[in-house]
């Protein structure tokens, strides 16, 4: 079983930033695919930005840019900086692992709103 405890929520002007954390039970190493989510009010719950174990990562266009993910392995926390806030960013974000390709494990989440 794998806990992730979000982090770094909160409430921000638009045009600031904030850096969410996402702290895993276990190493992170072996875990493939770390990433973050966020679902709007009354929205699905749609892919941030995601770290894979090589290196590689990947972002939602509306975010390209704009926010930086990364995973510090000897801490087993992943990082999500988010600079140039925008209201529509406004959302409560999630963090994700993936292990093996098919066992998905979620945090509780955390609050992001973004004043005009």
């Known amino acids: 079983q794998v806990q992730l405890v979000e982090s770094g929520g909160g409430l921000v002007q638009a045009g600031g930033s904030l850096r969410l954390s996402c702290a895993a039970s276990?190493?992170?190493?072996?875990?493939?695919?770390m990433g973050w989510y966020r679902q709007g009010l009354g929205n699905q719950r749609d892919l941030v930005a995601t770290?894979?174990?090589?290196?590689?990562?990947n972002y939602a266009d509306s975010v390209k840019d704009r926010f930086t993910i990364s995973r510090d392995n000897a801490k087993n926390t992943v990082y999500l900086q988010m600079d140039s806030l925008k209201p529509e960013d406004t959302a409560v974000y999630y963090c994700?692992?993936?292990?093996?390709?098919?066992?998905?494990?979620w945090g509780q989440g955390t609050q992001v709103t973004v004043s005009s």
């Open positions: 770290a894979f174990s090589g290196g590689r990562t």
């Open positions: 994700n692992a993936l292990i093996s390709g098919y066992r998905n494990y």
């Open positions: 276990v190493s992170i190493l072996s875990i493939g695919s």
